[in-house]
Structures are given as structure tokens and as C-alpha cells.
């Protein structure tokens, strides 16, 4: 499998190649074209003037004639060109060089030229002449020369400018380029090289690590470099889901634990009085206390049953259909409030209710949140120090009606408030003051309001503990 670094590099790398190979031959070639364009005006308007001077002065059909060599060679001085006049055969009759014996005299044009000029009237090219320049490139442009007054063609004009000086600069310039851009894409690769690198090493991190989760291993993190940018983001969002998985496999452990202490015990308790009873162990007249013992381990059972099949139920309401319903929260309070009187009198507690008069009318659904209030007071009482006060307010604020239910008791350690809404999760481990509870009605609480879009939170300090939800107001629309 290619890694997601190698496809950049790759990529890259290729668009920088073609990048600078588009760009390079288009510099060169259009700066050679432009250069050669230029230099063929200037030959081909020269060459259109001797062409002109040339049938002017040789009516007599005397192409070598001394004043005609004298006119090419002045010519070709003040340009720069090397000018030459073949006859109509392609020979070589005169040549603006001021040579004594000129080395072109007597020399002959190839066939090929010759029969273009013929057939076309004209020659324009960048080349050799079959050798005539000794293979040095040469821009030629040739024009026939005809006599003025009976239109007869008597030879023809060749404008030459050596250009090899052109080329060589711009073979020169391409190979500066070349190098240039070697370097520029060397160092470009490189540093695309680095970069994706950086940038696939938190993804290899994170296929290493859920590799180990698929095989139960959620201690695994990708390291946190501190980036700001895309990766940062999905590194931290990784080690954050690690986090959560790590400890929800805690919290499936803890369960699995705790589910099976909370069977176990009272199930040992029932088998061992049971069989205590029926072999006879137990003596008669201790049946009944025994008996009473069975029937409130059997009724713990039946509260864990219970309770595991309410969480099972909330944790599959529909959100918008609770919130299509309202009902009156005070009335709520109050109502749950009587049903623990008996408890607040055996715990010898002050109930500090500050409710409004007037009716607080919110959406959800009435028997959920009544399980909310419900579980709330009842831990509340449970861990209270006897002869304290139990506070319940109620109040209005921003769209939203608050609930608190305060107690007076042990102090819960910070260390444990994170966790108190989990599933089994009890911060009285010795069972000391909830020997009936299962650990399962803060859970409850906290999935109920969850269904509701609502929050809860809880603060313990200086052995008050208080616990306060949210509930949104009927008033107010979603």
C-alpha cells in the first residue's frame, strides 16, 4: 500500500517537473523565435534594398561589375550581413566581402535553393546553405533581381547574417535555466518530501494505535506536536476519542465487575439462608429473621432489574417528542417532595424548600423528570447527616427553569465528582450508608436529561453537596 506521504511527494514532485519544464521551454523558444524574428525583418528589409539598388544599376545584365560590388559591400558593412549575387544558375558572381579573391566567387548555390527560389520568388530560412557557411547557421533571405524597364531576370540577391552568436546565447541561457531549476526542484522535492512526511507521521501514529484498539489496547496516543493547523485539529480530536474509549472500556469493566458483585452478594445471601433453612442449620425460631433477609436481598434483585431495564428504556426515547410536552415543575417538586416525608422524619432533616408561588410551566416529559427530582432527594436524604437541613430551590433564568437539591454530608472528593454519574458508580465503597442502592439512579438522572437537551452539574465542598439541572421553560421555543 502507498503511503499518503509517497502519493504527495509524487504528486509534487511531478507538478514541479512539469512546471518548470512548461515554463523553460516556452521562455526559451519564444525568446529564440523572437530573437530570430527580429533578426529576419532586419535581413529581409535589406535584403528588399539591395534587391532595389541592384536592378537600378545593373540594366546591362553586369552583375560583377565593380560598382555593384562596391554598393553590396557598403551595404553589408553598415548592417552587418554578409550580402552575395548568384546568375540564375545558383553561381556566385559577386560578394561583399572586400577580398581580392573572394572565397565565395565561383561557388554554387544547391539545387534545392535554387529550384524554391525559381518556383516561389523568395527564400527565407535559418540554415547552412548545404555547407555554403561552413556549417555555421546563417539567416539567409534571397530576393531575385530583375531589369526595371523589360522585366527580365537577370540573377539573384542573398542577404546572410551569421546567427550563431543567438543561439549559442540561448543554448547558454537554457542551460542556465536547466541548472537553476534542477536546484530549485531539488531543494522543492525536499522540502515537499519533509513535509508530507510531517504531515503523514500523526496519520501512520493513528493507524498504529486503533491496530492496538482493535485488539483491546486503548492506551495508545498519538504525540501532540502543538500543530494549529488541519492535522493538529484531527490529532487532538484522536487522543480525545482514545481518551473516551479508554475509559468507556474502564467503565465496561467496572460494570461487568460491579453487576457481578451486585448479583453475587445478594444470591450467596439467598442461597447460603436458604440452604440453611432446608438442611435445618437454621434454627426454627430464626427462620423468620432469616426469611425477612431473603425477601430484601430477593427485592434488591428485582430493584436492579428494574432499574437496568429503565435505563435500557430512556436511552431510546425520541428527544422531540418530549419536548412536545409540559407540564408544571413546581407542582413536580412538591408532589416527589411528600412522598419522602417519612424518610425526612427517620433522618431527623429540615427541608429548606424556596419554590415559587406561581406555576413554572416547562416542556419535557412529566414522569421523567419526576424520576429526576425523585432520585435527586432520595440520594440527597440517603447521605445526609442526620439533624442537617435538606435545601430544594427553584427558580427562573434565561429561558430555563434551575432546580437545586442541596444536602449537608460527607464531602465528595474532587477526584470522584467526574465520575458519579457513571454506571455503578458509588463514592460510598464501603456500602456503609446505601447498602439498598444498585448505582444506578444518577445514571438514570443524567441519561433522562441528556434525553432533554439538558444539563447537570454537582459541586461538593465543606461537606455540602448540591446537585442543579436545567429544564427549558414552555415560554421559550426551541
Request: glycine share 6%; with cysteine; net charge negative.
Amino acid at each position: 500500500m502507498k503511503s499518503i506521504y509517497f502519493k504527495n511527494f509524487v504528486m509534487t514532485a511531478m507538478l514541479v517537473i512539469l512546471s518548470f519544464f512548461i515554463l523553460g521551454t516556452s521562455i526559451v523558444i519564444l525568446g529564440r523565435s523572437f530573437a530570430l524574428n527580429e533578426k529576419r525583418e532586419s535581413i529581409a528589409t535589406n535584403a528588399v534594398e539591395v534587391s532595389k539598388a541592384a536592378s537600378a544599376f545593373c540594366e546591362n545584365g553586369d552583375l560583377n561589375a565593380w560598382y555593384l560590388r562596391l554598393i553590396i559591400s557598403s551595404l553589408a558593412r553598415s548592417t552587418g550581413n554578409h550580402i552575395f549575387i548568384t546568375d540564375t544558375r545558383g553561381i556566385v558572381v559577386s560578394s561583399s566581402d572586400m577580398e581580392v579573391v573572394s572565397p565565395y566567387i565561383g561557388k554554387q548555390v544547391s539545387s534545392s535553393v535554387m529550384e524554391e527560389l525559381h518556383r516561389t520568388g523568395q527564400f527565407q530560412r535559418l540554415t547552412t546553405l548545404d555547407n555554403f557557411y561552413n556549417e555555421r547557421p546563417y539567416y539567409v533571405v534571397a530576393l531575385p533581381i530583375v531589369v526595371k524597364y523589360n522585366d527580365v531576370l537577370i540573377g539573384y540577391i542573398f542577404v546572410g547574417s551569421d546567427c550563431t552568436a543567438i543561439i549559442d546565447a540561448w543554448g547558454t541561457a537554457s542551460t542556465i535555466f536547466v541548472t537553476t531549476a534542477a536546484i530549485i526542484m531539488m531543494l522543492a522535492l525536499i522540502l515537499s518530501y519533509y513535509t508530507s512526511k510531517r504531515q503523514s507521521e500523526p496519520l501512520n501514529e493513528m493507524a498504529a494505535a486503533a491496530r492496538r484498539f482493535a485488539h483491546g489496547d486503548f492506551s495508545a496516543r498519538v504525540a501532540d506536536e502543538g500543530r494549529q493547523d488541519e492535522i493538529g485539529a484531527l490529532t487532538e480530536s484522536f487522543n480525545t476519542m482514545a481518551e473516551s474509549l479508554e475509559r468507556s472500556e474502564q467503565l465496561r469493566s467496572e460494570f461487568v465487575a460491579n453487576l457481578s458483585h451486585e448479583l453475587k452478594t445478594p444470591m450467596t445471601t439467598i442461597a447460603g439462608f436458604a440452604d440453611g433453612i432446608l438442611d435445618g442449620t437454621i434454627p426454627k425460631e430464626e427462620q423468620d429473621k432469616y426469611l425477612a433477609t431473603i425477601s430484601s436481598e430477593t427485592k434488591r434483585l428485582s430493584r436492579l432489574v428494574r432499574q437496568m431495564l429503565e435505563m435500557s428504556r430512556i436511552q431510546t426515547v425520541d428527544t422531540p417528542a418530549l419536548l412536545n410536552r409540559s407540564f408544571n415543575l413546581s407542582e413536580v417538586i412538591m408532589r416527589t417532595l411528600l412522598t419522602f416525608e417519612n424518610k425526612i422524619t427517620q433522618h431527623s432533616l429540615d427541608v429548606d424548600a424556596q419554590l415559587p408561588e406561581e406555576s413554572i410551566i416547562v416542556r419535557g416529559d412529566e414522569d421523567s423528570i419526576t424520576q429526576v427530582v425523585y432520585n435527586l432527594l432520595d440520594n440527597a436524604i440517603k447521605f445526609s447527616h442526620s439533624g442537617t437541613t435538606l435545601g430544594i430551590s427553584l427558580w427562573k433564568q434565561g429561558g430555563k427553569a434551575y432546580v437545586s437539591i442541596k444536602n449537608h454530608g460527607e464531602t465528595i472528593s474532587p477526584q470522584e465528582l467526574p465520575f458519579i454519574f457513571d454506571r455503578f458508580h458509588k463514592t460510598d465503597k464501603s456500602r456503609g450508608l446505601d447498602r439498598d442502592g444498585v448505582g444506578l439512579g444518577l445514571a438514570i438522572v443524567k441519561t433522562i436529561l441528556n434525553n432533554h437537551d439538558e444539563d447537570i452539574s454537582v459541586t461538593s465542598k465543606d461537606g455540602v453537596t448540591e446537585f442543579i439541572f436545567t429544564v427549558r421553560l414552555k415560554t421559550i421555543d426551541r
